[in-house]
């Protein structure tokens, strides 16, 4: 994350690492997802998935999955991206 100080951008690195049973977030959302049909399988795999959250004409390449959406960084408060993303909140927020 890149933080304007003063007339300096400073960066910052944060790393987050998921301990003990690794996958329950993506594994409880996949579920969800796929109750509102929004994930599916097909023969050709999983449709619905993965996406890239600026262009959706973008299906290539390293994509987010729908377990990384902020608005399930509630049910999972101590897992590593949504501890990241409330870091990256509070360094915004008292800057």
């Known amino acids: 994350m890149m933080v304007q ?3 300096d951008i400073v960066t910052i690195a944060c790393i987050g690492l998921e301990g003990g049973v690794t996958g329950q ?3 409880v959302v996949f579920e969800l997802e796929s109750r509102k049909n929004n994930v599916k399988l ?3 795999g999983v449709e619905g998935w993965t996406r890239y959250p600026y262009d959706e004409t973008i299906t290539e390449g390293f994509l987010m999955n729908l377990s990384e959406q902020i608005e399930y ?3 999972f408060p101590t897992h590593p991206l949504s501890l ?8 915004i927020e008292h800057n």
């Open 5 to 7: 100080m003063d007339n």
């Open 25 to 27: 977030r993506d594994a």
């Open 42 to 44: 097909t023969e050709n």
């Open 73 to 75: 960084d509630s049910m």
């Open 84 to 91: 990241l993303r409330e870091c990256a909140r509070f360094i």
